[in-house]
Nanobody, 127 residues
Framework: QVQLVESGGGLVQPGGSLRLSCTASGFSLGYLAIGWFRQAPGKEREGLSCIATGDGRTYYADPVKGRFTISKDNAKNTVYLQMNVLKPEDTAVYYC????????????????????WGRGTLVTVSA
């Protein structure tokens, strides 16, 4: 069974950090794009970052550039999103999704270009 599971969300104070995990089962992350998205209440889902698991190239959207870092561990079939200097506006449900490697080519990542999705993990940034 193909499955993506996000974990690592929670409540954090402004300025704090969290590391999200996206673990795949039923398939290998060997040559794909894995994207991280988020959706805040009342807002559209937005693409944040992606990594091409074959060659490691990455992309970051402007709102998270310099604060978030995406990485992969092929042995654990897991992609991570390290989130630092978190702000209240980062509060959202965070999702990971798979896509063709070309999705991660230095341009905006779009929900419609992705295939399998996880169910999300909630990140709340609040004092």
């Amino acid at each position: 069974q193909v499955q993506l599971v996000e974990s690592g969300g929670g409540l954090v104070q402004p300025g704090g950090s969290l590391r999200l995990s996206c673990t795949a089962s039923g398939f290998s992350l060997g040559y794909l794009a894995i994207g991280w998205f988020r959706q805040a209440p009342g807002k559209e889902r937005e693409g944040l970052s992606c990594i091409a698991t074959g060659d490691g190239r990455t992309y970051y959207a402007d709102p998270v550039k310099g604060r978030f870092t995406i990485s992969k561990d092929n042995a654990k079939n897991t992609v991570y999103l390290q989130m630092n200097v978190l702000k209240p506006e980062d509060t959202a449900v965070y999702y990971c999704a798979t896509g063709h490697p070309d999705v991660c080519s230095g341009r905006e990542i779009l929900s419609q270009d992705m295939g399998y999705w996880g169910r999300g993990t909630l990140v709340t940034v609040s004092a």
